[in-house]
C-alpha cells in the first residue's frame, strides 16, 4: 500500500477487479486515497495511480481533476504524465475526476504551502456562497489562478508517470529475472533487449501493483522529451466542430422543463411582489417560480419561459444601493484616496525621502471601469431533486466547490449530490467560486416536480455578473539626474488577488505600494489575470510617461530598470527585437511596448496601431515575447496567449459596465462590444524557455495589451490615455493634435 | 403547424409562428449544436444556413422558415466523412471553449460557398461573429486552410 512522508503522498496497491494497482501522488488526508481508487476505478482495467488508469488493451486513461474552458487543459496534463510514463501518445485518453474530494486540485495548496503561491483573496473572499471554510480546509478542485499545469501538472501529473513508469519496470525486471537496469519502457511498451523478451503496459499494469511506488521519482531531462512540448492536438476538439459536444445548455434528460430567471436588477434588492397571472396565461407555462431575491418562469421550453418571464412586472424592494451610480462610485474611490490612512502593501528603501530629494517628480492618475466576463455560454445550470437527493448538470470551473455550496444551499449530505460536469463555454473566472447559477438552479429545482434547466438571458448575465472592480490610481515617481527612477510611490483603490500583482520588477531601491480599502459595492469576482488587468494598465503606462518625462526611449528605460531581473530583461529584449522596435513603424502607426510577469509568466507585448475613422484605435499587429520557464504545448500556449489578449483588448478598446441607479446599465453585445475578426490583430507570439518554474498560460496574456495600445497611441497623437476604455477618450483625437504632436517630436 | 426540412429530414412542429428557429432547433427538435448567446443577431452564435445562406437563429421566426431547408453543424459532415471545413478547423485547432465555433463554421461555410478563395479582409466582412476565447486567428487559418481543400 501507501508511502506516506509527511504531507506528501506516493500511493499503490491492488485494487479492481481484473487486478492492477492504484498509485498516485497527492497531498491528501490518507483516508481519501481509498475513495480516489475506488471511484477512479473500473472492473477490468488496472489503475495506476490515482490520474492514470492502464487497461488490457494497453489504453492509457489519465484522468485530469481540473475543467476544460478551451484552454488546452485536458489535453496538456496528460501530456505530462505520458512523458514520464513513457506512454505512446497514440494510446493515451483523458477522463475528467469527479467532483470528490479524493480528486481535489491539491498542487494549488501545496504550492501555498511551499509559498510559491497564496491562496486566492477571492476564494476566501467568497464567503457568501459558504466558500471561506472550503478554502481553508484546502479542499480545492479549482480550475483558475492558472494553477493547472504549474501545481497540478508538475507535483502531480509527471511524478505520478514517473511513478507508474518504475513500478513497470520492477514488474517486467522480476517477472523475466533480470536487473530493472536492463528494462527499457518506452512507448507503452517494456523490453529486456538481451533477451529479447517483451511486454506492453497493459500486459504487466497488475503484477506492477504488487509494488510500492519508489519514493525517489527521478523526473526525465527536458532534451528526452517526445511529447512535452509538441503541439499535440487536443482531445476536445473534434466534439466542438460537430456540434456534439455537450454544454450545460445543451443538457437534455428525459421529463425536464426550462426555465428563464429575473434577479433584482439592483444589486441586494429583493422581490416584493410579482403577479404570476400574465406568465400563467400564456403557452406551455407551468409555473412562476418567486424567491427571495429572484422569479422564474418555468416552462416547456427556454423561449417561452423566457417570453412569459418578460410578460411579469415584478416589483421589488430595491434596498441600500438603488441609489448608486458609477459616478458615486468613482467619487468615493477619490475620497478614499483623499482620506489617506492607507493600507501600506509592500515598501523598500524610503519612498517619501527620495521623492522629497528627487530632481523631478512626475504624477499621474488612472483609472478602469467595472468589466463583465460576458461567456459566450450564458450563465445556466440543471438541477434534479428526487427526495433528499440532487443531480446537477452543468460547468464549474470548481467542481468540487459547486458539490460542497450546493449541499450547503440544499441543506442535504453532499454524498447525496451527483454533479456531472459538462463542458464550459469560457470561464474567465465566472464560474469558478461564484456560482450563483447553481444556487438559483437549486432554488428553482425545489419547486419544480423533475429537471429543470434553468438559462439566464444574456442580458441577466450582463446584469447579475460579479464583475472586474473599477479602481483609481494615483502614481507618483521621482526621477535623478541620468534620468532612473529613484522613486516609485502607486497607491490605488481596492486590493484582491494574486497580492503580487502590485508588484514591479523595475530594480527601483526606493518605493512603496499602498491602497485605500473602499468599499466595492458592486459583486466582485476574478476576471482573466484578476488584479493584473488594472495594475499593469496603471504600472506600465506610467512607466512610459516617466521615460518620455525622462527623454528616453520607452523600451529602453524599461530595460534600464531591469539589472536585477535578467529574465524580465531578455523577454522585454525579444518582444523588442521581433518588432522591430526602434525601425520606422509604417505610415500612420507607431508602437507601444508594456511586460508583466502574471502567474509565474513573463509577457512583453508590442502592439502596433494606427487610428481608424472615428479616432477609435486600430491595433494591427501585436507581438508577444513570453518565459513561462517551459512551455508544455507550444499550440495551446500561443492560443492562450493570443486569446489572453483578445480579452484584454476587449476590455481596452470597449469594456466598460456602467451603474446607474443601483443597477447595470448594459444589457447585451451591442452596448457591450467585443473584438471580432476584423478588429483582431496579427499576433506573433514566441517562447523563451528559460527552465523557471513553470508558469502559467491562461491568464498572463491578457494584461499587457491596454498599456502597449495606450503607449502607442500616445506615440501616435501625443495624448496620453489615463482611463479605459479607449473609446471614451480615443473619439477625441483629432487629426490636428495628430499632426501637431507629430510636428513636435520632428 | 410549420414544416421544414432540417439536416435533409422533414419535420413538422407545432410551435408559434414567432418563435425563432433557433429554439424550435434546440429545444423542440433538439438539435443543440446551435447555440444561443445572445438572442438579438449580435454574436452569431445561433447561426445555421437556411437554403444555403448563413442567417442568425436566434432573430429569425419559425414561420419563415416553413419550406425551407435548414443545416446546422450536426447535418454538415456527410456520414462520418467531415466537411472540409470542420476538417480545416481541426487541423488549425481552432476551437477554445468551442461554444462559438458552431455559428463560426456555418458563417465559414457560407463565406467559402460565395468566395471559395477569399481574401483577408473578404473573412473580416463575413466573419463578424464573437469568439469570446480569441481564436480570431486559428479561424482566419482554417478558412484560409479550408479554401485549399
Known amino acids: 500500500m501507501g508511502k506516506v512522508t509527511r504531507r506528501l503522498m506516493i500511493f499503490g496497491g491492488v485494487a479492481v477487479a481484473g487486478g492492477g494497482l492504484v498509485a498516485g501522488y497527492a497531498l491528501l488526508p490518507y483516508e481519501t486515497i481509498d475513495r480516489a481508487r475506488k471511484i477512479g476505478g473500473k472492473d477490468g482495467e488496472s489503475m495506476l495511480a490515482a490520474w492514470v488508469r492502464i487497461a488490457p488493451d494497453n489504453t492509457v486513461t489519465v484522468i485530469v481533476p481540473h475543467s476544460e474552458m478551451g484552454q488546452g487543459v485536458h489535453t496538456s496534463l496528460p501530456m505530462m504524465l505520458a512523458e514520464e510514463l513513457d506512454a505512446d501518445w497514440a494510446l493515451v485518453r483523458m477522463e475528467q475526476a469527479p467532483a470528490d474530494m479524493a480528486f481535489a486540485n491539491t498542487g494549488l495548496a501545496r504550492g501555498y504551502l511551499r509559498g510559491d503561491t497564496s491562496i486566492p483573496g477571492w476564494l476566501s473572499g467568497a464567503a457568501d456562497f459558504g466558500f471561506r471554510k472550503i478554502a481553508e480546509s484546502m479542499n480545492l478542485q479549482l480550475t483558475g489562478g492558472s494553477t493547472s499545469i504549474r501545481f497540478t501538472g508538475v507535483d502531480g501529473m509527471r511524478r505520478t508517470g514517473a511513478a507508474a513508469r518504475a513500478m513497470l519496470i520492477k514488474a517486467a525486471a522480476a517477472k523475466w529475472g533480470v536487473g530493472e537496469e536492463a528494462i527499457e519502457a518506452k512507448q507503452s511498451r517494456l523490453t529486456h533487449r538481451a533477451s529479447g523478451r517483451s511486454a506492453t503496459y497493459g500486459e504487466l499494469a497488475s503484477a506492477a501493483g504488487a509494488y510500492d511506488p519508489p519514493t525517489d521519482i527521478r523526473l526525465k531531462a527536458k532534451k528526452d522529451y517526445t511529447i512535452v512540448g509538441t503541439p499535440i492536438k487536443r482531445f476536445d476538439i473534434p466534439a466542438k466542430v460537430n456540434g456534439s459536444a455537450k454544454y450545460g445548455i445543451d443538457v437534455r434528460v428525459p421529463n425536464m422543463s426550462f426555465a428563464s430567471i429575473a434577479a433584482s436588477p439592483v444589486f441586494g434588492g429583493t422581490l416584493k411582489s410579482v403577479d404570476a397571472a400574465p406568465a400563467m396565461a400564456m403557452r406551455g407555462v407551468k409555473k412562476v417560480v418567486k424567491l427571495a431575491n429572484a422569479v422564474a418562469v418555468v416552462a416547456d421550453n427556454t423561449w417561452r419561459a423566457k417570453e412569459a418571464l418578460a410578460a411579469l412586472k415584478p416589483e421589488w424592494n430595491e434596498g441600500a444601493k438603488a441609489a448608486l451610480t458609477s459616478q458615486s462610485i468613482f467619487a468615493s474611490m477619490e475620497a478614499a484616496l483623499d482620506k489617506g490612512g492607507l493600507v501600506e502593501d509592500h515598501a523598500s528603501g524610503d519612498v517619501d525621502a527620495s521623492l522629497k530629494s528627487a530632481k523631478r517628480v512626475v504624477e499621474a492618475s488612472y483609472r478602469v471601469p467595472f468589466l463583465a466576463h460576458a461567456t459566450m455560454e450564458v450563465m445556466n445550470c440543471t438541477a434534479h431533486f428526487e427526495g433528499d437527493r440532487l443531480t446537477i448538470w452543468g460547468g464549474f470551473q470548481n467542481g468540487l466547490g459547486a458539490k460542497a455550496a450546493a449541499a450547503a444551499w440544499a441543506g442535504i449530505p453532499i454524498d447525496n449530490i451527483t454533479l456531472n460536469h459538462t463542458v464550459m463555454g469560457g470561464g474567465f473566472g465566472r464560474r469558478g467560486n461564484t456560482v450563483d447559477y447553481l444556487e438559483k438552479a437549486i432554488a428553482v429545482a425545489r419547486q419544480v416536480e423533475g429537471p429543470v434547466q434553468v438559462t439566464w438571458t444574456r442580458e441577466e448575465d450582463m446584469t447579475q455578473d460579479y464583475y472586474r472592480h473599477a479602481s483609481v490610481a494615483r502614481m507618483k515617481a521621482g526621477l535623478d539626474d541620468n534620468g532612473k527612477v529613484v522613486a516609485w510611490l502607486h497607491t490605488f483603490t481596492d486590493k484582491y488577488d494574486p497580492p503580487e500583482a502590485v508588484f514591479v520588477n523595475y530594480d527601483f531601491a526606493n518605493r512603496a505600494a499602498r491602497y485605500a480599502e473602499h468599499a466595492n459595492p458592486i459583486p466582485w469576482g476574478p476576471w482573466r489575470s484578476v488584479d493584473h488587468t488594472q495594475q499593469g494598465f496603471f504600472i506600465e503606462s506610467f512607466m512610459d510617461e516617466l521615460a518620455h518625462a525622462a527623454s528616453k526611449d520607452p523600451y529602453e528605460f524599461r530595460r534600464s530598470h531591469l539589472s536585477n531581473a535578467p529574465r524580465h530583461k531578455a523577454v522585454l529584449e525579444l518582444a523588442a527585437s521581433m518588432a522591430g522596435w526602434g525601425t520606422a513603424a509604417p505610415s500612420g502607426r507607431a508602437r507601444g511596448i508594456a511586460m508583466r510577469e502574471a502567474f509565474g509568466t513573463i509577457v512583453a507585448q508590442v502592439a502596433e496601431v494606427s487610428l481608424a475613422a472615428g479616432g477609435l484605435p486600430r491595433v494591427h499587429r501585436v507581438w508577444s515575447a513570453v518565459d513561462p520557464g517551459e512551455v508544455i504545448n507550444p499550440a495551446t500556449f500561443t492560443a492562450q496567449i493570443q486569446g489572453g489578449a483578445i480579452y484584454g483588448l476587449t476590455a481596452a478598446l470597449y469594456g466598460e459596465i456602467t451603474i446607474d441607479k443601483g443597477r447595470v446599465v448594459q444589457q447585451n453585445f451591442p452596448d457591450y462590444e467585443m473584438v471580432r475578426m476584423a478588429d483582431a490583430p496579427e499576433h506573433e507570439v514566441r517562447f523563451i524557455e528559460s527552465g523557471a518554474r513553470t508558469g502559467g498560460a491562461g491568464e498572463p496574456g491578457t494584461a499587457p495589451i491596454a498599456p502597449a495600445v495606450a503607449n502607442a497611441l500616445f506615440a501616435l497623437t501625443g495624448k496620453r490615455m489615463r482611463a479605459l476604455p479607449l473609446k471614451n477618450a480615443t473619439a477625441r483625437v483629432t487629426t490636428n493634435e495628430r499632426v501637431k504632436s507629430n510636428a513636435q517630436k520632428l | ?149
Open chain 2, 1 to 149: 403547424m410549420i414544416a421544414m426540412t432540417v439536416n435533409g429530414t422533414s419535420h413538422t412542429v407545432d410551435v408559434e409562428e414567432g418563435m425563432p428557429l433557433l429554439w424550435v432547433l434546440r429545444d423542440v427538435l433538439n438539435f443543440t449544436g446551435t447555440k444561443y448567446g445572445c438572442g438579438v443577431g449580435a454574436c452569431g452564435a445561433c447561426t445555421v444556413l437556411i437554403d444555403g445562406a448563413a442567417t442568425r437563429s436566434c432573430s429569425f421566426p419559425a414561420a419563415l422558415a416553413a419550406g425551407k431547408a435548414v443545416t446546422t453543424i450536426e447535418g454538415l459532415a456527410s456520414g462520418d466523412t467531415l466537411h472540409k471545413v470542420q476538417q480545416a478547423w481541426i487541423d488549425m485547432q481552432a476551437p477554445q471553449c468551442g461554444f462559438c465555433q458552431s455559428g463560426q463554421i456555418m458563417a465559414a461555410v457560407a463565406l467559402l460557398q460565395e468566395k471559395p478563395q477569399p481574401t483577408d479582409a473578404e473573412i473580416d466582412a463575413a466573419m463578424t461573429n464573437i469568439c469570446r476565447c480569441g481564436a480570431y486567428a486559428q479561424i482566419r487559418a482554417a478558412i484560409h486552410s479550408a479554401a485549399k481543400a
